[in-house]
């Protein structure tokens, strides 16, 4: 089955398409399979029934035969060899003829059974009948030394051969006296012994691969057609955890595309007033901490022990930070943001001259990579959180670029002790901070959620992992459209 999995079209339509071709392709082949069966079976019950004519029209001849006295008999033979259209050949032999072995094929055994069993059933079971298929050019007649060819055209090329074809011949010897053999050879009448007959011929071939190919032709087109819209729909998901704005979804197509286009509107719709929502929270919330804050710490400053003055302020300026740092994770990640073409290279070069303006060492490595399509202030928050973790963590940072159609991958490697493998997933979490690393950023523990925020809003990702040498790498990857 593992083939078949390795073979198997990847795409809807692909797979639509294969099943309905080898739907198409099991309908021929059965229906062929019966048509195939049931004309052999009708061929074989129509030379069974020409056989037991023939054999009860030579058991006659046979009584005939023996019915008339000696000396009449050649008379009638030369009246029967006279009659032009007749397809037997008879005689009276002093001595059996050896027939030589013909191939023998199922309806030669219809022919040989049927006539052996009516012969036998009209003259008697213990009369003596030989019956068998015999070539034309081979044939014996009178005796074992005349062939059926030397014989004059009168005789035979009106009753038994059929030049250029050579259908067999059916050769019924049946003794009639001591010594004395009735030599009866015929044609059977029927198109199968006449000429080969396919039943599968290769006109019938050509034309059920020409019916298979137009309905390739045609289920592909219906299946192309019946996916467009899943396909529209597949892409406006894609473009949606991208950009939120999108325009909604065409509701057309079948029932079941229509339901899925409505669900799929309405879903876009919560999300987009969910963030709404979550926005003017958060401005309400700032908004209602900033005085209390502000009134709070008018009042520490008026206490009068020093020490308790300056926890609770302390304590204010956290809590400050922490309303700031949740205000600038809405604003960085805010999905209301434009997308626009973005030189990556250029943002990398002007955060790497701020940093080194800053007294940091940062090394940039790429080639210049084509524009991409992304909404650049989140692009730059991603960027510039990275940096400033790996030189806050890592005293120094190597950036390197890798550009493809499909994607862009951004490295960032700092030179500090790394992390262990559990924190590599939970620093995503918001104020998490890993055993003897504190954040020195104004957004402290939001920073790598930040990140990974913009990255999904752009279809990428953000993976953590250490260098063997020492570090951590920090991956951004980002499809292009």
Known sequence: MSWIRRFWPKSLVGRLASVLVLAIAAVQLISSVIWMTQARFAEEQEVSRMAEHMALS????????????????HIVLDQLRNMGGSRFFVSINKELILINDYPEKRIHHIVISEFNKVLRKELGKNQRIIVKFSDPDTLHVFNNDVLLTDLPPRWTHHSLLMKPLSPPILVTQIQVAENEWLYVAALIPHPSFISEREFLSTERLIFLGLMLVVLLLVSFWVVTWLAKPLERLSKAAEELGRDLEQPPL???????????????????????????????????????????????????????????????????????????????????TDIHENQVPIDIMAMLRRLKDDASMAGHE????????????????????????????????????????????????????????????????????????????????????????????????????????????????????????
């Open 250 to 332: 065409p509701e057309e197509g079948s029932q079941e595309m229509v339901k899925a286009a409505k669900a799929f509107n309405a879903m876009q719709y919560r999300l987009q007033r969910y963030i709404d929502d979550r926005a003017r929270l958060f401005a309400t919330i700032s908004h209602d901490l900033k005085t209390p804050i502000t009134r709070m710490r008018l009042r520490a400053e008026m206490l009068a022990d020093d020490m308790q003055r300056e926890r609770f302020c302390q304590d204010l300026a956290d809590l400050d930070l922490m309303v700031k740092g949740a205000l600038q994770c809405v604003k960085d």
């Open 362 to 481: 940062v090394s940039l490595i790429g080639n210049n990579c084509k524009m991409f399509i992304g909404k650049p202030l989140a692009i730059k928050r991603a960027l510039t959180n990275l940096l400033d973790n790996a030189i806050a963590y890592g005293k120094r940072a190597e950036v390197s670029i890798i550009d493809s159609p499909q994607k862009l991958v951004i490295t960032i490697r700092d030179f500090g002790p790394g992390l262990q493998l559990g924190d590599l997933e939970k620093v995503f979490e918001p104020y998490y901070r890993s055993q003897g690393n504190v954040s020195k950023s104004g957004i402290r523990g939001l920073g790598l959620g930040i990140v990974r925020s913009i990255a999904r809003a752009h279809g990428g990702e953000i993976i953590l992992k250490n260098h063997p040498e020492g570090g951590l790498i920090a991956e951004l990857t980002l499809p292009r459209q």
């Open 58 to 73: 030579m058991a006659s001849t046979v009584k005939f035969f023996n019915s008339l006295p000696v000396k009449y008999r």
